[in-house]
């Protein structure tokens, strides 16, 4: 009883920390009774199958704190407009088993190699998940320890050297001590090692904090220019009014809402993702001749000087099997069609920018290691974006250039905003200041809107860049380059938000070296395993 209880200490910790309803503090040693759970189990218990209760008391930690974190995703709903269990219930089991898995090896590592090799290999491995989490085909990044201060952006100023994993392993490694303080005053009970080693935590935590008070409170960086942006907010229902509603209508309503609301020079007009057509796509060898996006340029006429960047959903037909990407789908015989969440930029008499969505959602614009997960699961996709085949991506970032000021906007979309090294390279391109296009609007009035939010503004800290953010639904948002909530609007509402957003060129230290702390616990890993199999080889020679 005791092991469970510790286990659902950890869950709770875990959970009442998580933006946007949390405390984040809690998390400095919410994996501290987890530890001690696995601790008691391996050394003090009786238990026959001890790696099997590990497993299972941690599975049921990770399920909970993903449970109360993600469970908004059930209100993603299917085209009866009943709720999806798919939508919840497969990350939840897979991502706490992933979770689980790289507790237990710490497990494995720990018995085979004693505690304190074991606690180095545990901030390893769990950095080293993190970065694969960021990377592969079931990619889910959303509990990345480091997301857990998004909310407190004047306490990780210096997200702008290490960025977000720099702030998983300043949690891990907190964590770990605070466990290895416990564990030494339990051994010895020596007042002098515990006022010690409770220093060196308390140092830990404070030290990056103070150092982050300055950063804010000194940032001074002057911008290259500033530009007027004005973000559009349609708040078209995702499910029934977006394929009902003809186009022309959809393209009507946002054009006049952007007119209604564009006083004095607008130098960007900014819509949601996929804010057109409703259903459908609009061809890419068509652009220039498309009616709805010559409508947006005749718009654009009578506002001199200003461009129009929006997500839409669009497509490219392939004659040839050879020539198709590998997610091109046949649609009849001898034709092959490429589906894409894009983004562009629009201005008179230029050609459109095109950008394709690069970070795809599992499930939803990505089916996840088709060849081997089709077979298991049929037709599984979840039908959030108008489609229910694996969109095509770009392979490079890209920063779409204003003809007519210094502006270059980092067209994002969505889900990309949650990844910190992969924003770099849009910056990388050229720009600088962040255009987010999103439709958070699928999961209704929950956590699910507000967390993405909440974890743009680490982008803003890490790329220092100020944020321009169009959400289909809300919350759209102006955010500076540290971090700050200039301004946003209410969730539900069909508005626009103004901002004076500032331009700035030099590249952060982050933006140079990405997640430099997970390449190293990458290597870190790499060595305690192989030191491992260095030891068990010396040992079977000596026995030998």
Known sequence: MKYVLLTLISAMLLSVSWPTYGVPFFIFFALVPLLMMEHGISKFSSYKRKSWMVFGLSYLCFIIWNIVTTGWLYGSKNPDGSHSMMAVVFPVLVNSLLYSLVFQCYHWYKNAQGTYWGLGFLIAIWMSFEKFHLGWEL?????????????????????????????????????????????????????????????????????????????YNSFNEKPSGQVNVLMLQPDLDPYME?????????????????????????????????????????????????????????????????????????????????????????????VWVTSYNTAIQLAPHQKTQVYHKGKLVPGVEIFPYMSVLKPLLGDAMLNLGGTVASLSTDKERLAFSNPYNKGKIAPIICYESIYGEFVTDYVK?????????????????????????????????????????????????????????????????????????????????????????????I??????????????????????
């Open 429 to 521: 391109k050229g720009a600088n200041f962040l255009g987010i296009m999103t439709n958070d609007s699928w999961w209704g009035v929950s956590e699910g809107h507000k967390q993405l939010l909440s974890y743009a503004r680490l982008r803003a800290i890490e790329t220092r860049r100020e944020i321009a953010r169009a959400a289909n639904s809300g919350i759209s948002a102006h955010i500076d380059a540290k971090g700050e909530v200039v301004a946003d609007t209410f969730y539900g509402d069909q508005t626009t938000l103004f901002a004076k957003v500032n331009l700035y060129d030099t590249m952060t230290f982050y933006t140079r070296a990405g997640d430099l702390l997970s390449r190293f616990s």
């Open 242 to 334: 977006k394929y009902s509603k003809d186009s022309l209508t959809i393209e009507n309503d946002l054009l006049k809402l952007a007119e209604n609301n564009s006083k004095g020079k607008i130098d960007y007009f900014i819509a949601p993702e996929t804010a057109i057509p409703g259903r459908g796509s609009i061809s890419e060898t068509g652009f220039e001749k498309s009616l709805l996006l010559n409508n947006i340029k005749d718009f654009l006429v009578k506002h001199p000087g200003s461009v129009f960047a929006t997500g839409i959903s669009s497509h490219r037909f392939y004659f040839d099997p050879l020539q198709a990407p590998k997610e091109a789908y046949q649609i009849n015989s001898g």
């Open 139 to 215: 990619t889910w990044p959303w509990l990345n320890l480091g997301n857990v201060f998004s909310e407190y952006p004047k306490l990780i100023q210096w997200y702008d050297t290490l960025g977000a994993t720099g702030g998983s392993f300043w949690i891990l490694l907190i964590n770990v001590l605070i466990f290895y303080t416990l564990r030494t005053w339990e051994a010895g009970r020596k007042r002098k090692d515990l006022i010690k080693n409770s220093s060196i935590v308390t140092a830990l935590i404070a030290v990056p904090m103070i150092i982050s008070l300055i950063k």
């Open 523 to 544: 290597f870190a890993l790499g060595f305690l395993l192989f030191y491992f199999l260095i030891k068990k080889f010396q040992n079977r020679a000596k026995k030998g």
